[in-house]
Every structure is written in C-alpha cells, then in structure tokens.
C-alpha cells in the first residue's frame, strides 16, 4: 500500500525566510508521480509541482524548489523568501501509474508580515 | 483554464437524508474523483470515475455512491446521512494517466445533523 507522511503540522515564519516542507513516501511500484499541491483559505487545492520517478533532477521555479531522493523515499519542497500570500496547507501526494493519489497529512504553513 | 464547479459551497443536512453533491468540469476530462478531506488525515479518495458509467471504489466508499450519466459530471450520493459523514467534500478531475495533476473544485463543506 502506499503512504504519504508529512511530520510537520504547522511551520510559523515571518515574511522573507525560507521555509522547508518535508514528506516522506512509501510504494512497491518502480513507476510513480509525486507531487505538490497548495490548498489556500478559499479552499481549492492548487497544484504547484511534479515528479515521476525516473527523474531524480531537482529543480527551482521562482521560489519555489525542490529536492527529490529515492534513496531515502523523500520529496522536500522549499519555499524561498517567503511572502504573506504562502500561507496556506500544504499537501504532499504520491500516484500510482494509474493516477489514484495518496495524500499526505497536510502542513499548514503560516507567514506572518 | 480548467474550470471544476460544485454545486454547494456549504451544507447543512439532517441525519437520514439523501444528500446529493454535483461535480462539473469543462475540459473534457474522463477521470474524475471525489474526495473527503479532514484535518490531519489529508484528502481521501472516496470513488473515482475513469469514463462515462464507470466507477472505482476508492479508500473510503462506505456510505457512499456516485453516478457518471454525463463526461462532464459526476455526482456523490449519500444515501442516507450520518453525523460522521460531516466533512469537507472536493472534486476533481484529470485528463490521461496518472502522471498528469488532478484539477480541483472549491470543496462543499456538508454539515450533517
């Protein structure tokens, strides 16, 4: 079966540091997506990033990067600089090749001005 | 843009009711998905929906049924309410496999009696 863990509930900042996100994965499967949403106050989960497991190249976008190793099964996500408008739940999602998603918990990220 | 709507942003409904909540999309995708989401267990998939009159139970379909007349809509029935079925309820949708993001609606938040 395959499980999301994301340990951290809640990350508090103040406007401008960066901020680390960190989830842990497990599947049997050789081929399998992982990704990244953003679920702000109005409720709609939006997606941010995505990987498949054959691509271990971790990349930034704007502020936003990530770190992706299957040695250790994990999927961080970082947040640089941040501003008030990255608070929101954070959700880590792990797909079969089928596209059923596993969530993780959710981290709630607070940035404070 | 994708655009998934539902038809309720908030619920409120007795024990015993039949609770219906709808699901549009408008980028002809086949896959749509329903979810519930409660804090810190993340999003669980209750039924999913790979084409018109098709559907797969997901982690949580107890209590649960859906129906897929139309591609472009895909309703959760409760056939008969209960108070642990008060949740937040999002839909979302997705074209191809499952390496490719599920688009998400704003969620229903349903309160049962």
């Known amino acids: 079966a395959q499980k999301v863990t994301q340990a951290q509930t809640e990350i508090s900042v103040v406007e401008k540091e960066d901020v680390t996100l960190d989830c842990v994965y497990e599947t049997r499967d ?3 997506y992982l990704f990244w949403y953003k679920q702000p106050p109005s409720g709609e989960l939006v997606f941010l990033i995505r990987r498949n497991s054959f691509d271990e190249q971790n990349e930034i976008s704007g502020r936003y990067s990530w770190n ?8 961080n996500f970082t947040i640089t600089a941040s501003q008030v408008v990255d608070s929101a739940v954070y959700f880590c999602a792990l797909s ?18 | ?3 998934v709507t539902q ?3 908030y619920l409120v409904k007795r024990t015993g009711e039949k609770v219906f909540l709808e699901c549009v999309q408008d980028m002809d995708h086949e896959n749509m998905f329903w979810y519930r989401q ?7 998939l209750i039924y999913f929906s790979y084409d018109v009159k098709m559907k797969e139970k997901g982690d949580i379909p107890e209590g649960y049924s859906v129906s ?3 591609k472009e809509r895909f309703s959760l029935i409760l056939e008969s309410a ?4 008060t949740s937040m309820y999002l839909c979302a949708s997705r074209w191809g496999t499952g390496g490719r993001e599920q688009f998400f609606g704003p969620g229903t938040r349903l309160t049962v009696l």
């Open chain 2, 38 to 44: 409660d804090p810190g267990l993340g999003l669980r």
């Open chain 2, 1 to 3: 843009d994708v655009k």
């Open chain 2, 82 to 85: 209960s108070t642990n079925q």
């Open chain 2, 68 to 70: 897929r007349e139309k």
């Open chain 1, 68 to 75: 992706f190793q299957k040695s250790t099964s994990s999927f």
């Open chain 1, 96 to 113: 079969d090749s089928w596209g059923k998603l596993q969530f993780g918990a959710g981290t709630q990220v607070v940035v404070t001005p």
């Open chain 2, 7 to 9: 038809s309720s942003r």
């Open chain 1, 30 to 32: 050789t081929t399998y």
